[in-house]
């Protein structure tokens, strides 16, 4: 009788390829302790450079630039007096939380889940896949929420309208995934990085007053929400539909209608938020929310409005999730709101504790002059073999996508290339909200498929559970890398011919840099 055969069967290449990401990402640390290496690896190359003596010229100030040692008694002074500072003044620690704090009461209270089910309701077939693509495009305004949400939704959605479950959850994972950083409003990811831009554009310029506001890349992300709608819906259709055939399974489930109770509440919240935002903008023509020039017209770059964007935002989501609450009953006392509040709010100590390692780090950066140093040199090296300009800005995306597949977090991405390419790119005179764009189309399409994110095997257990329990990790990523990879060309492709045109990508912010400010 002869042995079994025990060999394992042959890998394609794409589940070779993410094995080794998988063994490489596996081996990285979570982000706090990430930061805690780097900031020790920041203080021994300061230390290093400041024995070289070696300076650069800084082409603002004009100044000689060498490094800091961090292991003298001018460093230990530096950290006993600012430990604190590095962490309460890290300017995303506040907006982050304030902007999760807003939205919280929306989801807390069913709003979100409700306005999903409502809106994916009914779709003709012809448009599914468009229609979930956005919806999983916008749905990040929740956050994580979105992926765990619309995936389950999407699938059933698909199966109303004879087609596969699991294609649609693709279809709603990608577009919670891939289209992350599109959207139609300001959202966290907006806040968060505008946050850490003006950290590096401070530390290079300590004395300017120069900043980004939040809606630095708001134009270009409206568009590309429409982009990557079309884009995911398309890929869906042509490239995905077919690899997964007919649906056959057992599971028939139906999208659950939005009760009489529901439709209620969030006719009161839409009716809240009219009025909310018909005070907003009485406020701005007629109140002190516009920036008056002194020919007395009225300007939206540079006003109130925009400036305070955050905290009306706040009340933007605030109010209308509260109003669902009340009229569900979810909320019947403030104890019930306080208590939507305080759960909202637990979810955020890993990120509270990233802060605080993410704020030594920066601070460090900066404090040692390693980030001014770098960003120079980089800069130089750049302007001596002629790389700026569109090929500069497709480099800099695929660097973003490459790391992206062995980082999965944003924030902790940024906060490293930030100090570096953010002054870089000013000095070859492009803009910090452009630079933060750039990064944001690197960042984005590959979070679908990369297995980093524990988001994507959430989605595998859940189509293996309902839908077929033969499900494979590289059938699923399959289904995904196609859209990744052509959202990242359409997207390329979309912020070059934006770029050609000299169109803004936010309220009174293009590609330059202002005059005046290096």
């Known amino acids: 009788m002869s042995a079994p055969n025990t060999v394992a069967p042959k890998k394609g290449a794409v589940d070779r390829f993410l094995d080794g990401i998988e063994r490489v990402c596996n081996k990285l640390p979570p982000p706090a302790i990430l930061f805690c290496y780097l900031f020790i690896i920041i203080a021994i190359l300061g230390a290093i450079f400041s024995f070289t003596g070696i300076t650069l010229e800084h082409p603002a100030t004009h100044e000689a630039i060498g490094a800091k040692n961090f292991f003298s008694g001018e460093g230990v002074q530096w950290l006993l007096d600012n430990l604190v500072k590095n962490f309460t003044g890290f300017a995303p620690l506040g907006l982050v939380i304030t902007m999760t704090l807003a939205i919280g009461f929306c989801e807390e209270s069913g709003m979100i889940m409700s306005m999903l089910r409502s809106s994916l309701k009914n779709v003709p077939p012809t448009i599914v896949p468009y229609v979930i693509a956005f919806i999983g495009t916008v749905g990040n305004i929740a956050s994580d929420t979105a992926m765990v949400v619309i995936p389950p ?88 539909d077919h690899r997964f055939g007919k649906y056959e399974g057992e599971n028939q489930e139906k999208l659950e209608a939005v009760s009489e109770a529901e439709s209620k509440g969030l006719r009161n919240a839409g009716i809240a938020a009219l009025i909310y935002l018909a005070v907003i903008v009485i406020g701005y023509f007629f109140g002190p929310l516009a920036l008056i020039k002194e020919d007395g017209a009225r300007a939206f770059v540079g006003s109130p409005l925009l400036k305070g964007l955050i905290p009306i935002l706040f009340f933007f989501f605030c109010i209308p999730g509260i109003v669902y609450g009340v009229t569900l009953k979810k909320f019947k006392n403030t104890t019930d709101i306080n208590r939507a509040m305080v759960k909202q709010m637990s979810a955020m100590g890993s990120y509270v504790v990233f802060c605080f390692f993410c704020g030594q780090f920066q601070k460090l950066f900066a404090w040692t002059k390693l980030d001014t140093m770098l960003a120079i040199s980089g800069a130089d090296a750049l302007k001596a073999i002629g790389f700026t300009g569109i090929p500069l800005f497709v480099a800099f ?46 960042d984005s399409p590959t979070n679908c498929f990369t297995p980093m994110s524990p988001y994507i095997w ?61």
Request: aromatic share 12%; proline share 5%; hydrophobic share 55%.
């Open 458 to 518: 959430m989605v595998l257990e859940v189509a293996k559970t309902k839908y077929d329990k033969n499900l494979k990790i590289g059938t699923l990523v399959s289904g995904l890398i196609p859209i990744a990879m052509v959202l990242q060309v359409a997207w390329i492709i979309f912020m070059v011919i934006w770029f050609i045109s000299g169109a803004p990508i936010g309220p009174g912010v293009g590609s330059a840099l202002p005059a005046g400010i290096m």
């Open 397 to 442: 995306v695929l660097v973003c996508m490459v790391v992206n597949l062995f980082i999965s977090s944003g924030s902790a991405k940024w906060a490293i290339f930030a100090p570096i390419f953010v002054p870089m790119f000013m000095m070859l005179g492009y803009h910090p909200g452009f630079t933060q764009l750039l990064y944001r189309l690197g």
């Open 153 to 240: 939704m999407a699938a059933i959605v698909y199966m109303g309208v004879g087609k596969h479950p699991i294609v649609g959850m693709i279809a709603g994972y990608a577009g919670a995934q891939a289209g992350f950083t599109a959207n139609l409003m300001i959202a966290g990811t907006d806040s968060l990085l505008q946050g850490l831009t003006n950290e590096a554009i401070k530390s290079f310029l300590p004395d300017s007053t120069f900043t980004v506001d939040v809606t630095c890349n708001w134009f270009f992300m409206i568009a590309s929400t429409f982009l990557c709608s079309i884009v995911i819906g398309f890929v869906c259709n042509k490239m995905v």
